[in-house]
């Protein structure tokens, strides 16, 4: 399984960016999602999850409300609208695949089994 983020970039706060994984491999399509995100000195933390065909959704409570993650099975794409941003979601954003379920929402970084690259978003005041 091969994951691509896409979308990063620098953003203002109260500012939107969309960010997209691409997976390819496998059924990749066919498992739960999700989003984790490392700023620097950090730990790596739960961002949001979705299950298969998007049945189910979940969110860390730091991004509830101003976060969305949906998929695309078509084009085997996972995507997260980040809207009114804020300066502390400047991160290291990491989308990943849990290959033991398709309709839970995990939200621990050990529950997944694949990662991507990782695509830098950073967001100004």
């Known amino acids: 399984v091969h994951l691509v983020e896409s979308g990063g970039g620098l953003g203002q706060a109260g500012g939107s960016l969309r960010l997209s994984c691409a997976a390819s491999?496998?059924?990749?399509?066919?498992?739960?999602m999700g989003w984790c995100r490392q700023a620097r000195g950090k730990e790596l933390e739960f961002v949001a999850a979705?299950?298969?065909?998007?049945?189910?959704?979940d969110y860390a409570d730091s991004v509830k409300g101003r976060f969305t993650i949906s998929r695309d099975e078509a084009k085997n794409t996972l995507y997260l609208q980040m809207n009114n941003l804020k300066p502390e979601d400047t991160a290291v954003y990491y989308c990943?695949?849990?290959?033991?379920?398709?309709?839970?929402?995990?939200?621990?970084?050990?529950?997944?089994?694949?990662w991507g690259q990782g695509t830098q978003v950073t967001v100004s005041s």
């Open positions: 979705i299950s298969w065909v998007g049945r189910y959704t």
């Open positions: 491999g496998g059924t990749s399509s066919s498992y739960s």
């Open positions: 990943a695949i849990d290959k033991d379920t398709r309709w839970n929402t995990p939200t621990t970084k050990l529950a997944y089994d694949y």
